[in-house]
């Protein structure tokens, strides 16, 4: 499928830009709505705190004014040894009464608060599904993307960071158990057999001479793996328990390879191999850049896998944390900005933004999205939709 303008020029991103503005315009008027309600429900369970301040210092200061009237009737009596006792008790009695509705009050206040933060917590999670629908499919152009993967019990878990224009990041978790490669654990051999790693100087039998000695990890699991760009740093290890023998490689995949490799021992500490020259001068570096060539392009063909949207940050802010979703729906509104200027300048129309697609066999159909529907939609959130429709200038 080909994608052209209105006026049967090339359109340079060939994608069906149309039907993702209206899937953006119709995300942001559902998602300013939860937002603006959780905006509501934290101005009201401040208010209720702050009901509860008020009441319960009342209580306090009418404790103490009553008992500071008490405490002078004792002291003008002729008969403060006779009704002293009585006063005591009266003060006990209010102060019980007192405290126990402070409680009963505070209770009810605090029951409120929660199903508040209850109907917080659902709004947010409507929210990130609204996002993750929106976001899985990289609807603004990506920057960068860093791998997280680690072992557990029967394979791994994982998530990527997938970095976007003008600060937006997402974080996904990745779906391995999908991935016939990925789905139990995997040792290095399964990406390159044969690679052996110095480890240690050793004497050899009968010589006095000290030699690397080159341990295979052939058979060592992948525990650790951090991939951000061309930079990989790696973990296989001995066995799955804490204490195993294991290797460190941190990796440097550019024009010029570099790795850095860090042994440990059964319960020992972790000691770079570079401090040692005879260890360091012993790596086989074409051997190890293969190994770490195949775990990028294992690593990287888990993208597709990418599911469940853990959340969003905005300029490294968690967005559902500090209720910023209104502000990164400005940020992508502006990142699609240009594309819409473009669209409106090769639209035949004034009334309309167009495009057209064409398929293998040259039939042409026309795109419309409405200016005036946009508009509409975008007046249900008032002035938030006022807004996202300045920085798109789609009208």
């Known amino acids: 499928m080909r994608f052209l303008y209105g006026d049967s020029t090339e359109f340079q991103m060939q994608i069906d830009f149309l039907r993702l503005l209206n899937n953006f315009i119709e995300t942001s008027v559902k998602t300013v709505k939860f937002e603006n309600a959780v905006f509501d429900l934290k101005e009201t369970i401040m208010d209720r705190k702050k009901l509860n301040n008020s009441v319960t210092q009342e209580m306090d200061n009418f404790i103490l004014t009553v008992e500071n009237a008490i405490d002078g009737a004792v002291s003008s009596s002729k008969e403060q040894e006779t009704i002293s006792k009585y006063a005591d008790q009266s003060k006990e009695f209010l102060r019980k009464f007192i405290e126990e509705g402070k409680t009963k009050f505070t209770d009810q206040i605090f029951k409120e608060i929660a199903q508040l933060e209850t109907k917080i917590e659902e709004a947010d999670e409507e929210n990130r599904k609204l996002l993750e629908s929106f976001f899985i499919y990289d609807p603004i152009p990506v920057t960068s993307k860093k791998y997280i993967i680690k072992a557990v019990e029967k394979g791994y878990s994982a998530n990527i960071q997938v970095g976007c224009e003008d600060g937006i990041s997402c974080l996904f978790d990745l779906a391995l158990s999908e991935s016939p490669f990925w789905k139990g654990h995997v040792r290095a051999r ?50 799955s328990d804490i204490m195993s023998e294991q290797f460190r490689l941190k990796m440097i995949l550019k024009e010029e390879f570099s790795v850095e490799v860090s042994h440990t021992e059964e319960n020992g500490v972790e000691k770079s191999i570079s401090a040692v020259p005879e260890l360091n001068n012993e790596l086989n570096m074409l051997r190890l850049q293969e190994l770490g060539e195949k775990i990028v392009e294992k690593t990287n063909n888990l993208y597709p896998k990418k599911q469940k949207l853990e959340t969003i940050f905005l300029n490294e802010k968690d967005v559902f944390e500090e209720n910023l979703v209104f502000e990164l729906l400005l940020k992508v509104a502006g990142i699609f900005a240009p594309t819409v200027a473009e669209i409106k300048k090769h639209s035949p129309s004034g009334e309309e933004l167009s495009l057209k697609s064409e398929d293998e066999h040259g039939t042409r159909h026309e795109i419309y999205l409405k200016k005036s529907e946009v508009k509409d939609k975008l007046s249900v959130i008032e002035e938030k939709g006022q807004k996202l429709l300045e920085v798109l200038d789609i009208i």
Do not use: T
Not at 201 to 210: E, I
């Open 190 to 239: 399964d990406f390159v057999k044969g690679i052996e790693i110095p480890a240690r100087m050793k004497k050899p039998f009968l010589k006095n001479d000290l030699v690397p000695d080159n341990v295979s990890i052939d058979d060592f699991l992948l525990s650790d793996l951090i991939l951000s760009d061309k930079d990989l740093e790696v973990v296989f290890k001995k066995r």
